[in-house]
């Protein structure tokens, strides 16, 4: 089986970072694209980034030039960098990834709350 276990979240004010972290345990399995989503209360759970295994990338329009997603394919682990975060990246932020070979699947992670206040 697949696990995805989330790092990083917390509460910041307005104009600083954050970096999350999710690395997928297990074994017999390849990941292919990782990603992050968000949602925020009464709201529905949208695309922040995506990243395929070759490191090709996707961001919302609403986090271009801010948040960079990269990975490191060897520990099966993505990485969220966000910079100049705002009071509308207040979300629970989740991890995705897709699997193939001995496991197929998509796996979403237990999410991690990003606060941002002043």
């Known amino acids: 089986q697949v696990q995805l276990v989330e790092s990083g979240g917390g509460l910041v004010q307005p104009g600083m970072s954050l970096r999350l972290s999710c690395a997928a345990s297990?074994?017999?399995?390849?990941?292919?694209?990782m990603g992050w989503y968000r949602q925020a209360p009464g709201n529905q759970r949208e695309l922040v980034a995506t990243?395929?295994?070759?490191?090709?990338?996707n961001y919302a329009d609403s986090v271009k030039g801010r948040f960079t997603i990269s990975r490191d394919n060897a520990k099966n682990t993505v990485f969220l960098q966000m910079n100049s975060l705002k009071p509308e990246d207040t979300a629970v932020y989740y991890c995705?990834?897709?699997?193939?070979?001995?496991?197929?699947?998509?796996?979403w992670g237990q999410g991690t709350q990003v606060t941002v206040s002043s």
């Open positions: 297990g074994s017999g399995f390849t990941v292919a694209t």
């Open positions: 990243i395929t295994r070759g490191g090709s990338t």
């Open positions: 995705n990834a897709n699997t193939y070979g001995g496991v197929w699947g998509n796996y």
